[in-house]
């Protein structure tokens, strides 16, 4: 396993670009002209990609946000990393919320033809930025203990919620027989049995399969009603869970749109809210994403977070794998996201 130095990239709301690394410290202005890549943003929305337009698409962002000062510094730190045999942890922190609202998982290198977000030797995550002390996850005595939400109500396309139960167990079947994890499921997601559920137990990991959206400047969850039939949260009843849970290190929302953040206010979303309510690490979806894509995402990110990786490399090792499964042509590589606040990527240890 690799270990990281940091490389963190503040875009303050001014447009200057400030960089931080073992390498020293640099600063240039951030430049994108909208018309360049809101085109291809479009086309992304409607899944009518391609390779050629998705490498495109990133160099454009690579270079708004890696103008040739940072660029080098980057390059830098890299060379000093890989000397070392080490990794750099890229932490994104965007101010403006425009920015933060950008699918910063396509930055594409031209000069290496990579997509930074498929590689370990470069882990990204979308670092958030809160008031008071910083939380980390302590580390974790076995078993590691996991909830798994399924949330199918009436009225809203099925999902395989079975078929996502069993992949994750068969990844984690190897664990669960040693007793290393634990796992429990909650196939009738109401408000008030998930209150009950997570009170029964210090969960170390959430993992929500279900419907989301974005609407109102708010994202949503659809949890079921009494009745079986839709009942949808917003972002910040949903964090209410949350409040106070001192165990919880991840929670993991796969849905459509828990990524999905307000263009006009900052930490207007699902994710962004669970980790600016302490969550160390929250890893959604930014565009909807197919059964095939997110069976391919439990397999691999568990059976990686299983071998002790640090959560930001197991996510990138993922979307290496989805990209290698489905191709680079499409968004579905770089649908997760991942949000931080803890301090390094290892937020699940002692296993």
């Known amino acids: 396993m690799l270990e ?50 998705l490498k495109a698409l990133g160099s454009t962002l690579y270079r708004s946000l890696f103008p040739p000062d940072v660029h080098a510094h980057l390059r830098a730190s890299m060379a000093a990393a890989d000397a070392a045999a080490r990794g750099v942890r890229l932490r994104l ?20 033809n990579t997509f930074l977000a498929n590689t370990t030797q470069l882990v990204l995550s979308r670092f958030i930025s809160v008031i008071g002390a910083r939380r980390d996850l302590k580390t974790v005595t076995p078993p590691l203990k996991i909830l798994l939400i399924l ?48 009170r029964e137990k210090p969960y170390n990991v959430v993992h929500f399969v279900g419907h989301a959206d974005f609407a109102d400047d708010k994202g949503q969850l659809a949890l079921v009603d009494q009745n079986g039939m839709t009942r949808l949260v917003d972002d ?19 849905a459509c749109r828990g990524a999905a953040t307000s263009s006009h206010r900052a930490f207007v979303g699902i994710a962004p809210h669970l980790v600016r309510r302490g969550i160390p690490a929250v890893i959604a979806m930014q565009y909807p994403i197919y059964d095939t894509t997110a069976k391919i995402f439990a397999d691999e990110f568990y059976r990686t977070i299983a071998l002790g990786w640090p959560v930001d490399a197991a996510i990138q090792s993922t979307r290496n794998a989805i990209s290698m499964e489905v191709g ?7 649908t997760p996201v991942l949000f931080m606040r803890a301090s390094d990527g290892v937020i699940l240890t002692g296993l």
């Open 328 to 334: 680079v042509g499409r968004r579905d590589f770089a």
């Open 93 to 112: 922190i965007l101010e403006p919320p425009d920015l933060s609202a950008l699918p910063w998982e396509f930055l594409y290198d031209i000069d290496i």
């Open 4 to 53: 990281y130095d940091d490389f963190s990239m503040l875009v303050s709301q001014d447009g200057v670009i400030r960089v931080s690394s073992g390498q020293g410290e640099v600063k240039d202005e951030y430049h994108l002209d909208r018309n360049d890549v809101d085109l291809a943003l479009n086309l992304i929305q409607h899944e009518k990609t391609n390779e050629e337009l």
């Open 151 to 198: 949330s199918s109500p009436a009225g809203l396309p099925a999902l395989d919620t079975v078929g996502e139960e069993q992949l994750i167990r068969h990844a984690l079947a190897t664990l669960l027989t040693a007793a290393t994890v634990e796992m429990d499921v909650l196939s009738e997601a109401t408000i008030r049995n998930i209150n009950q559920k997570l």
């Open 236 to 254: 910040e009843t949903f964090s209410n869970f949350f409040l106070g849970n001192r165990s919880m290190g991840l929670v993991i929302l796969n």
